[in-house]
């Protein structure tokens, strides 16, 4: 038995309609999908004017201007940070001293510290 073959002119046109059917159905998605291009005041889109403007040149040269090493920046100043409130001493051990470990006995904590403004 012979299979009857489709002529490529039919092939041809039927991938042809498939291609152009997606085309359509993508450019319509495309479409709705874009957002619209945002609008731009008149007064953006007016063309610069080409005249040389000296007035402009003549207010820069009555401009002060400082070099590098002349501008004094101020100093932030360190705001005071609360001091800790003392706590109380441990109370001494019951103990005798002799019995006593270095690390059981109390050692008085320094009032000022040098570090402390």
Do not use: C, H
Not at 29 to 46: D, G, H, T, W, Y
Not at 74 to 87: F, K, M, N, T
Not at 88 to 105: K, N, Q, V
């Amino acid at each position: 038995m012979k299979k009857n073959k489709l002529p490529n002119i039919v092939t041809t046109a039927i991938l042809t309609v498939i291609v152009v059917i997606t085309w359509i159905v993508l450019d319509v998605l495309r479409i709705f999908m874009v957002k619209p291009s945002p609008v731009v005041p008149a007064e953006v889109l007016k063309p610069i004017s080409a005249k040389f403007d000296t007035t402009s040149l003549d207010t820069l040269e009555g401009r002060i201007f400082f070099e590098k090493g002349e501008v004094l920046m101020p100093l932030s100043i360190p705001q005071e940070s609360p001091l800790p409130e003392e706590s109380p001493l441990p109370e001494e051990s019951p103990l005798p001293e002799e019995t006593a470990s270095p690390t059981e006995t109390a050692t008085p904590i320094p009032q000022e510290s040098p570090f402390l403004p």
